[in-house]
């Protein structure tokens, strides 16, 4: 099983120097991937008023100053922008970090930064599903024209092809998406971040890929994992499913359970997030190995 790991979202203020320390460190310590959360802002949740940096400015950062780890976005939303500038910010990044991106979709939750900015919320997943196959469309080469696009392209083309990840529990997303990406993303939330939760969200999964015509097994599963290395300090905002604690031998235990779920790639997603948290769970990375 991959191990990957999301960088800080809105947990605390964090500049640059940070990320990419964070980031050389995780490939440092044996993470397979490096994720980043796409959002806008995070308001009336109790907590401070905050926003994280841009996520595509920062992917392209790391791709450039990183050498092995994968890199996506934990998801990006396709609501935040025109669906074919999306598609060419990815093979951008792709090109950048040498064929090393992994392109998370999704439809986003957060109403408080739709607002905020002023985008529809309503009609999510038939707006996804509508952005997902131009962007789908646009990185596998075809030139595509709708109501809004004429003849778009995406140009230059990176060298390696974009692989797709879609993280969605949804159905109407998930028959639309199954057909055609690499990999699929369950949050923690959606399966009480427990191995017998995403194995039950997993099994439903595969029941649909089947459905579309797929095979399962051509289908990467990917789960987000909360884990907390404080018990008594969860700086993680909206997370309300106990976290995965304890030893790094209790941990790595519960993440091989996972494994023995279907997980083909466990994202963690880490309070306290920090360069330190990092570098103690290499331990956990090479105990799961």
Do not use: K
């Not at 401070?48 to 920062?58: F, K, Y």
């Not at 979709?105 to 930064?113: D, K, Q």
């Not at 952005?131 to 003849?151: A, I, K, M, P």
């Amino acid at each position: 099983m991959r191990i990957g790991v999301q960088l800080p979202e809105v947990e605390r203020p964090v500049g640059w120097a940070d990320y990419l320390a964070m980031a050389r460190a995780a490939e440092e310590v044996g993470f397979d991937s490096v994720w980043l959360g796409d959002h806008l802002l995070y308001r009336g949740d109790g907590r401070e008023e905050r926003g994280p940096w841009d996520a595509w400015t920062l992917l392209a950062a790391l791709a450039a100053t990183t050498e092995r780890v994968q890199l996506g976005p934990l998801v990006a939303c396709t609501a935040f922008g025109p669906a074919a500038l999306l598609a060419r910010r990815a093979a951008a990044v792709q090109e950048v970090s040498g064929g090393r991106l992994v392109l998370g979709l999704g439809a986003g939750w957060n109403e408080a930064e739709f607002r905020a900015f002023g985008l529809p919320f309503d009609r999510r997943a038939s707006r996804f599903v509508a952005s997902f196959d131009v962007v789908r469309r646009l990185l596998g080469g075809e030139r595509v024209s709708n109501g809004q696009l004429s003849d778009a392209v995406v140009l230059p083309r990176p060298a390696a092809r974009v692989p797709l990840m879609v993280g969605s529990v949804g159905e109407q997303v998930l028959r639309a998406t199954l057909p055609h990406v690499d990999a699929w993303n369950a949050w923690f939330h959606w399966f009480g971040n427990t191995p017998d939760g995403f194995a039950g969200q997993n099994e439903r999964v595969s029941a649909l890929a089947r459905d579309v015509g797929r095979e399962p097994g051509d289908i990467r599963r990917t789960a987000a994992v909360f884990v907390a290395l404080d018990a008594g300090r969860v700086d993680r905002p909206h997370a309300d499913v106990p976290p995965l604690c304890g030893s790094d031998g209790q941990i790595a235990s519960t993440l091989r359970e996972f494994g023995d779920a279907g997980v083909d790639e466990a994202i963690l997603v880490v309070s306290p997030i920090t360069e330190g948290s990092i570098r103690r769970l290499g331990g956990v990375v090479a105990a799961v190995r």
